[in-house]
């Protein structure tokens, strides 16, 4: 069954920073894009980036450039989203998602709540 | 960056009845757009691609059209389990933005 796992909620301080990781199941990250996607409560889905399924290299959404850094480990499978200088409005359900034509499988979703 | 325009924010349909789903975008994008339902509570789910092509056990009532900067998702005949948030996304060129939603509702 091919399917992302996500790691569990966070509660971060304003200025700090996060890592999310999204364990892929099933297949093996390298077959397909990633992309991460934001939600906050009650708003539209945000698209933050993406990585390239064959060489690892990555692309940011202009807004979050400079603060955000996708990464990857294939031996374990596993993509990680770091946010730094973390604000209130960072807060939010973060997913990461496969696909080129359509994200075609989600993580279940990870809480991020800035708080101080 | 392409902006994608929904249309309208919020849809109240009777059981049994269609639903008709606009997205705009900002500039062409050919048929490089994607539909998703999203439930509360539940990440999104793919309901089409290539602004046409349903995604894998989408039911038939489901269906795309569109090409260019218009497209519209249609269910023909709505069932209760379509209440949801449906969004668009754009694939043509990155950044891949979505659409603001729009909530569909039973009348």
């Known amino acids: 069954q091919e399917q992302l796992v996500q790691s569990g909620a966070e509660v971060k301080k304003p200025g700090a920073s996060v890592k999310v990781s999204c364990k892929a199941s099933?297949?093996?990250?390298?077959?397909?894009?990633l992309s991460w996607v934001r939600q906050a409560t009650g708003q539209a889905l945000e698209w933050m980036g993406w990585m390239s399924p064959n060489t690892g290299n990555t692309g940011y959404a202009e807004k979050f450039q400079g603060r955000v850094t996708m990464t990857r480990n294939t031996s374990i499978n596993t993509a990680y989203l770091e946010l730094s200088s973390l604000r209130s409005d960072d807060t939010a359900v973060y997913y990461c998602?496969?696909?080129?034509?359509?994200?075609?499988?989600w993580g279940q979703g990870t809480l991020v709540t800035v708080s101080s | 960056e392409i902006v994608m325009t929904q249309s309208p924010a919020t849809l109240s349909v009777s059981p049994g009845e269609r639903a008709s789903l606009s997205c705009r975008a900002s500039q062409g994008i050919t048929t490089n757009l994607a539909w998703y339902q999203q439930k509360p509570g539940q990440a999104p789910r793919l309901l089409m691609f290539?602004?046409?092509t349903r995604a894998t056990r989408i039911p038939a009532r489901f269906s795309g059209s569109g090409s260019g900067a218009e497209f519209t998702l249609t269910i023909s005949s709505l069932q209760s389990e379509d209440v949801a948030v449906y969004y668009c996304q754009q694939y043509n060129r990155r950044p891949y933005t979505f659409g603001q939603g729009t909530k569909l509702e039973i009348k």
């Open positions: 998602a496969r696909g080129r034509l359509g994200l075609d499988s």
């Open positions: 099933g297949y093996t990250l390298t077959s397909y894009e």
């Open positions: 290539g602004a046409s």
